[in-house]
Nanobody, 113 residues
């Protein structure tokens, strides 16, 4: 059984930083790409960032230069470092294992102006 558990969300002022973590279990983590998505109220879920098993990364244009995705295979964990946060970054952030379409439960990020 695959489980993805996110943590690290919270309330932060504009310009601040947060680091999200997603711990995976029940899967050979190192062999899989991972991704972060987000969904704001009234909007569709969107891809924020992805990282391949080899460490190649991809970012949505809206977060390039501010967010960094990384992984620690020894800890079965993928991270999303979010800097220079903006109110429009407010959303529920989800971790996803694309290969098998598994999702975490989400963690709320709220950025106040």
């Amino acid at each position: 059984q695959v489980h993805l558990v996110e943590s690290g969300g919270g309330l932060v002022q504009a310009g601040g930083s947060l680091r999200l973590s997603c711990v995976a279990s029940g899967v050979i983590f190192s062999a899989n790409a991972m991704a972060w998505y987000r969904q704001a109220p009234g909007k569709q879920r969107e891809l924020v960032a992805a990282i391949t098993d080899g460490g190649n990364t991809h970012y949505a244009d809206s977060v390039k230069g501010r967010f960094t995705i990384s992984r620690d295979n020894a800890k079965n964990t993928v991270y999303l470092q979010m800097n220079s946060l903006k109110p429009e970054d407010t959303a529920v952030y989800y971790c996803r294992l694309p290969r098998w379409d598994y999702w975490g439960q989400g963690t709320q990020v709220t950025v106040s102006s």
